[in-house]
């Protein structure tokens, strides 16, 4: 007779010869259930046929067996991105053997692997901004007829533009709270279809906005969209943060993010973690996978706050670290989410309006008196300022080095201002409204209302950074945002009659719309 032997609830049966671990079981999961429920130890005395019918289980009918595909765990997730990403990495280095002319048909194995071996460091130093592409020097002298040309256009002003990874599409939002998703090719553009049934916004997450936000809840402010190009987000007077399908445009979810106007967006490079910037001074960080999930009554109450800044915030920027760089008129504050520490930097005189990333440890601010300056973790005032980077009366732009003894860091001012220029019109126009850089290179670019866009070549060590003018770029009208596609090959404004967060100057003659200036590389 059989013996039969006690079982303990989730652990494995022992026998007199040998333990029956679960790890090391092999038979399928109907059959071993049927044996826990018989309770009788069977000797494992596989034979051939045995392995055959056990290996056999995955054929779906042949049996008549059930099978259940497990879901994709996180490591298997992982794995799979790797992969996907060193495929893609092979077919880089596939691509520069065929461009080498010196590369040997019969490359071997080995040279193939150092191949791969030197774009992922390559990629990795440009990443964290040890190594930036040479760009800025390739860029050549634009002819006459080389100029910006309205790409798409827009009934008022352009508040934001974001390109997609690739840099084949476009996405841009005006004051009106028109959103378009374009070609960069062609200029053809689909217009964002608001939800007319406020029903239906209310069940993606939307709250009643109050007060003043009432009347303009579809004045958009900020755009951004996600690394992977599935998720576009935007946000302005209505206090919510929308998120949108960038492949299909429509609304999946509306997050009452602000008490106030949500006024910047910046997506973390290769994640779907967004943080928000607004006028009631708060930094917030959402997930944007853990927001779609939740519904009005399982909704997130954790607290996505960061830090407070001291008024409201203009701007905002990430890359693919944990640290998030933003500013209001009086300070700039770089935030690293992970240590909970902050770098803060004050401007000696002016207020400051825009700011972006050059690389995790340097960045460009502008301000409202037309100065661009350049900073650096290590200090808290600026290693360089370029005053008058954008007067309006640009007749004799003349480099004037002033006297770098009156001054803690290096001051350089950018032609004079004549006194027409003192109006409040000249210098609603020289206010600096938009920087913005070519993302792991060394060019950059700063818009303002004064006529033109100009372009900045970085250069120096990683040790000393500095930045010097390169040229100007004819364009009328404010230039509220700007950006640059990761070739450096052509950049896209965003302009407007009226400044972005604003209407206290106007330009008559000025163009609302999407404008693309092409860059001739050597």
């Not at 008549?64 to 990495?89: D, F, H, P, Q, S």
């Not at 006459?144 to 084949?168: C, G, M, Y």
């Amino acid at each position: 007779m059989k013996k039969k032997v006690f079982t303990p609830k989730g652990g494995a049966r022992k026998s007199k010869r040998f333990s029956r671990d679960r790890f090391f079981i092999t038979e399928s999961k109907k059959r071993r259930r049927k044996i826990e429920n018989d309770g009788d130890v069977i000797d494992s005395g596989d034979s051939e046929e045995d392995y055959e019918l056990l290996g056999s289980h995955s054929d779906k009918g042949q049996y008549g067996l059930e099978v259940e595909e497990e879901a994709e765990t996180a490591g298997e997730k992982m794995r799979r991105l790797a992969m996907a990403y060193l495929e893609n990495i092979w077919r880089i280095a596939a691509k520069e053997k065929e461009n080498d002319e010196d590369g040997s048909e019969t490359e071997g194995e080995i040279k193939i692997n150092s191949r791969v071996s030197r774009i992922l460091q390559r990629q990795q130093l440009e990443r964290t901004g040890r190594v930036r592409r040479a760009i800025a020097s390739r860029v050549q002298m634009p002819e006459t007829t080389d100029k910006f040309q309205i790409l798409v256009n827009h009934r008022e002003s352009v508040t934001a533009v974001a390109l997609s990874e690739d840099d084949s599409k476009g996405f841009s939002a005006s004051k009106d709270g028109t959103i378009l998703h374009w070609d960069v090719d062609s200029g053809k553009g689909e217009k964002y279809q608001w939800p007319r049934d406020q029903g239906v916004m209310v069940n993606h997450g939307a709250k009643d906005p109050k007060g003043s936000a009432l009347r303009h809840s579809r004045h958009v402010l900020a755009l951004a969209v996600s690394s992977d190009g599935r998720y576009l987000a935007s946000g302005g007077l209505d206090r919510h943060i929308h998120l949108w399908d960038a492949r299909t445009r429509q609304h999946i979810k509306a997050i009452s993010a602000h008490s106030g106007p949500v006024s910047c967006l910046a997506f973390r490079q290769g994640t779907s973690e967004i943080f928000s910037g607004s006028f009631d001074r708060k930094i917030k960080m959402w997930n944007i996978e853990n927001e779609l999930l939740s519904t009005a009554e399982n909704e997130d109450r954790g607290n996505h706050e960061l830090f407070r800044h001291s008024s409201k915030v203009s701007t905002i920027d990430c890359l693919r670290g944990e640290r998030v760089l933003s500013v209001c008129p009086h300070r700039m504050l770089l935030h690293k989410a992970k240590m909970q520490t902050q770098f803060l930097a004050r401007p000696a005189s002016s207020a400051l309006e825009c700011c972006c990333f050059i690389s995790e440890d340097e960045f460009l601010s502008g301000s409202d008196n037309g100065s661009v300056a350049l900073w650096s973790i290590l200090r808290e005032e600026p290693v360089q300022i370029f005053k008058n980077a954008h007067t309006l009366w640009a007749a004799n732009q003349n480099l004037e080095q002033k006297d770098t003894e009156k001054f803690p860091y290096s001051c350089i001012e950018i032609g004079e201002q004549s006194s027409e220029s003192s109006s409040f019109q000249s210098a609603c126009s020289s206010w600096v409204n938009s920087v913005t850089v070519c993302r792991s290179s060394d060019l950059a670019a700063s818009g303002a209302g004064n006529g033109f866009v100009r372009l900045w070549a970085i250069n120096g060590s990683e040790t000393r950074v500095m930045i010097q003018p390169l040229l100007e770029l004819p364009l009328v009208g404010f230039v509220n945002s700007l950006a640059f596609a990761k070739s450096g090959q052509f950049l896209v404004a965003g302009v407007g009659q009226e400044p972005r967060l604003g209407r206290w100057g106007r330009i008559q003659s000025a163009q609302n719309g999407i404008a693309l200036h092409s860059l001739k590389l050597s």
